[in-house]
């Protein structure tokens, strides 16, 4: 459980506790270092939205180690706040900072959809899975009124593309009836975030997701309705959440799930001070253990870019945690089949209207 007088220290309901420099900004003026208990004695950050006008939506992930091959972001920045988010670096290029900016200036792709539509329209589009989220959480709160994911998944289910869904929020269950559709003609498949069990700890972890136990119901309720569905066991953070994959794995195959997946956490760019500013205000007591441990599984350093062993890790602390992720998957049923999506049924809507004159 979180250190009580580091509690008493929190911005509450943020992961950040800190805006970093942007290092695309010169001149930039912030505060790094909190001096002083007045200086903690403000009005609570509230979150604004940015609506933006973008050029694009899909971009093509070239990453051989990453599962995607294109990914579409309805939304940058995410107000979920996980603070291992590997995501916060790419805020910087919109002009914000990786920390508190990241959680509470969100940009909002208000022509997602338009772009989409634009996108399969290409005659050079060869059909392939789409996935959202491959960034920031396309289900993050703001969706509840945008409706934008929502659209998108529309839009696939008309030009009849494939697309995959990954999110900690049990608002993905709004769109199960767009999801249905798509599952029939096998276009989809629903991926849930579960990093641990432990409610105490997701509250710091990832303080503005769904409940645990929510998105295990997502799980459930995917499957019983038949569709395709897995879990994301990730990141692993050493000493904070690794040792509670074993019942991770088993609450997720006994509610449904066919897959699953790991990462080990890497802290590149300014990822690294944020998330050790965030270990060493909320565990205290173990915060170096965790941080030599995150060290230890890629190489001496807490960050990692390197093909084959970012995602994973590699040294005797990251071969641990994969075995025992191929000892619990093939124990409880998952990974047992390949997921195949359909690419052929793909249309184009434009061809398909103009074949009616």
């Not at 001149?27 to 007045?38: A, K, L, R, S």
């Not at 988010?85 to 997602?112: M, P, Q, T």
Request: proline share 4%.
């Amino acid at each position: 459980m979180i250190n009580q007088e580091a509690n008493d220290r929190f911005e509450k309901g943020r992961g950040a506790q800190f805006n970093p420099k942007n290092r695309f900004l010169k001149g930039q003026y912030v505060q790094e270092h909190v001096e002083g208990i007045d200086e903690w004695e403000h009005d609570e950050r509230k979150t604004q939205y940015i609506y933006d006008d973008s050029k694009t939506l899909v971009n093509k992930v070239t990453s051989p180690d990453v599962g995607m091959m294109y990914s579409a972001n309805p939304y940058q920045g995410c107000e979920h706040g996980c603070i291992y988010c590997y995501a916060r670096n790419s805020h910087e290029y919109w002009g914000y900072s990786a920390g508190l900016d990241f959680e509470s200036r969100i940009v909002v792709k208000k022509n997602a959809p338009a772009l989409l539509r634009k996108f399969f329209d290409n005659k050079n589009w060869q059909p392939a899975p789409i996935s959202l989220s491959g960034n920031t959480d396309c289900y993050q709160p703001i969706e509840r009124t945008m409706r934008i994911t929502r659209q998108l998944l529309e839009i696939c289910l008309e030009y009849r593309n494939p697309v995959g869904i990954l999110s900690k929020n049990a608002l993905v269950l709004r769109d199960m009836d767009i999801i249905q559709e798509l599952a029939k003609r096998n276009l989809v498949r629903v991926f849930s975030s579960i990093t641990s069990l432990d409610e105490d700890l997701r509250r710091v972890l990832e303080p503005r997701t769904a409940s645990y136990r929510s998105r295990l119901k997502v799980v459930e309720t995917m499957a019983k309705a038949g569709i395709p569905t897995g879990i994301m066991n990730a990141p692993l953070i050493p000493g904070l959440n690794d040792m509670h994959m074993h019942d991770v794995l088993k609450a997720a195959s006994e509610s449904g799930a066919k897959w699953a997946g790991y990462t080990v956490v890497r802290l590149n760019g300014a990822i690294g001070p944020i998330f050790k500013d965030w270990l060493e205000k909320a565990f205290p007591d173990r915060a170096a253990k965790v941080w030599h441990q995150i060290a230890e599984c890629h190489d001496g350093n807490v960050n990692d870019s390197r093909w084959g062993s970012r995602i994973v890790g590699d040294g005797k602390f990251a071969e641990v945690i994969k075995t025992q992720f191929k000892l619990y998957t093939k124990k409880y049923g998952l990974n047992e089949t390949k997921m195949d999506y359909n690419v052929s049924d793909f249309r184009r809507v434009k061809q398909q209207q103009l074949s009616l004159f």
